[in-house]
T-cell receptor, first 114, second 112 residues
């Protein structure tokens, strides 16, 4: 079946450290892949997406590359800031029944300290 | 443009009580969704709607009912709340079914 697996958190980093949050997926075909971010007290926001293999999504200094051969979509940022503290969700949209059924990973909490 | 708003933000219920959560969007979106978020499980779809007057079951619909009487509003009802329904509830909307979903800020519900 379709599924998303994310690395467990929490991830605690110092400001300006390098960030990687791992995400792997299982799906039929070659779906799009998303990263959502949830800041404290807020709803989920789409952070970036990739629609086909080898695509790189990027936004706010975050990047993720759609790797078909390893079925992965790892999120990276070269230098994190305190304001990046949030929960990050990898998601797989499966278009079925006329809408995108979003399959989410469990979420990874990131805490960045000054 | 408020986007997606949810009412209330917090609520505590006793087992067996009923309540309705309201979701409103001002983006003229056709599709609306209700999710629940539980620790370590990501978000799971409860019900969704593909347009005014329509509703359909998602992944975890038991114990919930929904209504979409107006295009901009999507209501989630709990007729007889149970402790297992303690969760954070998120509403989302999208213009088309294959479009990006926009999420509200969530409602934290505790059932004692």
């Amino acid at each position: 079946g379709n599924s998303v697996t994310q690395m467990e958190g929490p991830v605690t980093l110092s400001e300006e450290a390098f960030l990687t949050i791992n995400c792997t997926y299982t799906a039929t075909g070659y779906p799009s892949l998303f990263w959502y971010v949830q800041y404290p007290g807020e709803g989920l926001q789409l952070l970036l997406k990739a629609t086909k293999a080898d695509d790189k999504g990027s936004n706010k200094g975050f990047e993720a590359t759609y790797r078909k051969e390893t079925t992965s979509f790892h999120l990276e940022k070269g230098s994190v800031q305190v304001s990046d503290s949030a929960v990050y969700f990898c998601a797989l949209p499966i278009f079925s029944g006329g809408y995108n059924k979003l399959i989410f990973g469990a979420g990874t909490r990131l805490a960045v300290h000054p | 443009n408020a986007g997606v708003t949810q009412t209330p933000k917090f609520r505590v219920l006793k087992t067996g009580q009923s309540m309705t959560l309201l979701c409103a969007q001002d983006m003229n979106h056709e599709y609306m969704y209700w999710y629940r978020q539980d620790p370590g499980m990501g978000l799971r779809l409860i019900h969704y709607s593909v347009g005014e007057g329509t509703t359909a079951k998602g992944e975890v619909p038991d114990g919930y009912n929904v209504s979409r009487l107006k295009k901009q509003n999507f209501l989630l009802g709990l007729e007889s709340a149970a402790p297992s329904q303690t969760s954070v509830y998120f509403c989302a909307s999208s213009y088309r079914g294959d479009d990006t979903q926009y999420f509200g800020p969530g409602t934290r519900l505790t059932v004692l």
